[in-house]
C-alpha cells in the first residue's frame, strides 16, 4: 500500500473543473519534496503532466495544473475533454524509505 | 532526442532471477544529476517505484523489495541492469525504466514498457 493516497476515481462533464488530491506525510511530501503528476492512457507509459508541484512541461495544455499545501497535493483539469480520460498519479520522494520515490495510489478521470 | 527501451524476457519460471536491461540514448548517465529508475505496474493496478540508480553509482530501493533488487549501470554501453531474484507469480507486471534529469526527481522519459509474466 502507498504512501501517497489519492482517490480512486473522480468524474466530471466535459467543460467542468476536476481535482484530484494526493495526501502523504511529513516524510514526503509535507518533508519538502517536489510532487509529480502523470496521466496514463490504456495501454502506454506513463506521461508527465506537471512537475515540481506547479510545472507544466512543453506541450501540455493550460487546463492542467498542480498546487501543494502541507503534506498534500492536488492536480486540477479544467474544463474537462474527453481526452483528459485516463488514470492519473502523483509522484514523490520518501525519506522514510531511504530516498526511494513513491507514486500514489492512482486515481481515474471519468469524462460523463 | 531521449529515449529508453527495456529488453528481457517475456516470462519467468518462479524462484527464477529475472533480468532487465533498459537500452538508452540521447543523454550520459556520467552527467551530474541524471538518474535511471526502474517502475512496474501490476496489470490494472497502480505504479510501483522499484529501484534508481544515479551518475555518481548512488543506488535507492524500494526497501518492501530491497533483498531481491539489485541496480547496475554500464555508462559506456549505455545501459542499466535491473535484477529481481526469487519470481512470484505476483510479480507479473509491465516493467518500466524512465530517466530523471532533474534534482526535482521526476521522470521525464519513459520506455515502452516490457511485460513480464511470472508463471510456471
Known amino acids: 500500500q502507498s504512501v501517497l493516497t489519492q482517490p480512486p476515481s473522480v468524474s466530471g462533464a466535459p467543460g467542468q473543473r476536476v481535482t484530484i488530491s494526493c495526501t502523504g506525510n511529513?516524510?514526503?511530501?509535507?518533508?519538502?519534496?517536489?510532487v509529480h503528476w502523470y496521466q496514463q492512457l490504456p495501454g502506454t507509459a506513463p506521461k508527465l503532466v506537471i512537475y515540481?508541484?506547479?510545472h507544466r512541461p512543453s506541450g501540455v495544455p493550460d487546463r492542467f495544473s498542480g498546487s501543494n499545501s502541507g503534506s498534500s497535493a492536488s492536480l486540477a483539469i479544467t474544463g474537462l475533454q474527453a481526452e483528459d480520460e485516463a488514470d492519473y498519479y502523483c509522484?514523490?520522494?520518501?525519506?522514510?524509505?531511504?530516498?526511494?520515490?513513491?507514486f500514489g495510489t492512482g486515481t481515474k478521470v471519468t469524462v460523463l | 532526442q531521449i529515449t529508453l527501451k527495456e529488453s528481457g524476457p517475456t516470462l519467468v519460471k518462479p524462484t527464477q532471477t529475472l533480468t532487465l536491461t533498459c537500452s538508452f540514448s540521447?543523454?550520459?548517465?556520467?552527467?551530474?544529476?541524471?538518474?535511471v529508475a526502474w517502475i512496474r505496474q501490476p496489470p490494472g493496478e497502480a505504479l510501483e517505484w522499484l529501484a534508481i540508480?544515479?551518475?555518481?553509482?548512488?543506488?535507492r530501493y524500494s526497501p518492501s523489495l530491497k533483498n531481491r533488487l539489485s541496480i547496475t549501470k554500464d555508462t559506456s554501453k549505455n545501459q542499466v541492469v535491473l535484477t529481481m531474484t526469487n519470481m512470484d507469480p505476483v510479480d507479473t507486471a509491465t516493467y518500466y525504466c524512465?530517466?530523471?534529469?532533474?534534482?526535482?526527481?521526476?521522470?521525464?522519459?519513459w520506455g515502452q514498457g516490457a511485460l513480464v509474466t511470472v508463471s510456471s
Open positions: 524512465g530517466h530523471r534529469g532533474d534534482s526535482s526527481g521526476y521522470i521525464d522519459y
Open positions: 540521447g543523454f550520459s548517465l556520467s552527467s551530474s544529476g541524471v538518474g
Open positions: 540508480i544515479y551518475w555518481d553509482e548512488d543506488k
Open positions: 511529513s516524510f514526503n511530501i509535507g518533508g519538502g519534496y517536489d
Open positions: 515540481g508541484n506547479t
Open positions: 509522484l514523490s520522494y520518501d525519506s522514510s524509505l531511504s530516498g526511494s520515490g513513491v
